[in-house]
T-cell receptor, first 112, second 118 residues
Framework: SQKIEQNSEALNIQEGKTATLTCNYTNYSPAYLQWYRQDPGRGPVFLLLIRENEKEKRKERLKVTFDTTLKQSLFHITASQPADSATYLCALTTGGGNKLTFGTGTQLKVEL | GAVVSQHPSWVICKSGTSVKIECRSLDFQATTMFWYRQFPKQSLMLMATSNEGSKATYEQGVEKDKFLINHASLTLSTLTVTSAHPEDSSFYIC??????????????FGEGSWLTVV
């Protein structure tokens, strides 16, 4: 069956450290993989998109890698801040590029 | 930047009544919009894909007669929860694809609508 898995347990890290979140998928061949941030009671906010032929993408303090052999994406936040605390969702583009299927999300808490 | 607006942000309705949620793309045209629901501490589950001028495509297990979707214009899709029951209480989120965006594959999300059925 198709699955998109993210660490279900919350990730607690200290301010200034690098947070690394994992997204693993099975039985998908996505053309794109996206990462979103979701704050409690709010809709997801788009962060980064990476294509299947790209290994790495960066945007300010964010970095995403995409390994289609391992079927895994890693999401890094460097120099983390308390304001980075949120739930981070990975999503695959499926259905011919017309649908987004979300992972379970990982809650990140950055502590002072 | 692109903005997707949902209305209402929250609504309380009586069991057995129907409630309509609107999703608007404010500064771009969206031929395709998506409706999701999200239960507390769970991920977003796609309910249906709304196509302008045609019938919506529902995901497996989603009752099309209960969750009516209308996409009458390039900037508006509506979701009507008919004969709502307490188990329909959830966070409903819409998203829209900006087909005119050069990158071509960015999907923008609304702020969500909280539905509570009492």
């Amino acid at each position: 069956s198709q699955k998109i898995e993210q660490n279900s347990e919350a990730l607690n890290i200290q301010e200034g450290k690098t947070a690394t979140l994992t997204c693993n998928y099975t039985n998908y061949s996505p053309a794109y993989l996206q990462w979103y941030r979701q704050d409690p009671g709010r809709g997801p906010v788009f962060l980064l998109l990476i294509r299947e032929n790209e290994k790495e993408k960066r945007k300010e303090r964010l970095k995403v890698t995409f390994d289609t052999t391992l079927k895994q994406s890693l999401f890094h936040i460097t120099a983390s801040q308390p304001a980075d605390s949120a739930t981070y969702l990975c999503a695959l583009t499926t259905g011919g590029g017309n649908k987004l299927t979300f992972g379970t999300g990982t809650q990140l808490k950055v502590e002072l | 930047g692109a903005v997707v607006s949902q209305h209402p942000s929250w609504v309380i309705c009586k069991s057995g009544t129907s409630v309509k949620i609107e999703c608007r793309s404010l500064d771009f045209q969206a031929t395709t919009m998506f409706w999701y629901r999200q239960f507390p501490k769970q991920s977003l589950m796609l309910m249906a894909t709304s196509n302008e001028g045609s019938k919506a495509t529902y995901e497996q297990g989603v009752e099309k007669d209960k969750f009516l979707i209308n996409h009458a214009s390039l900037t508006l899709s509506t979701l009507t929860v008919t004969s709502a029951h307490p188990e329909d209480s959830s966070f409903y989120i819409c998203s829209a694809r900006d087909h005119q965006n050069p990158s071509g594959n960015t999907i923008y999300f609304g702020e969500g609508s909280w539905l509570t059925v009492v």
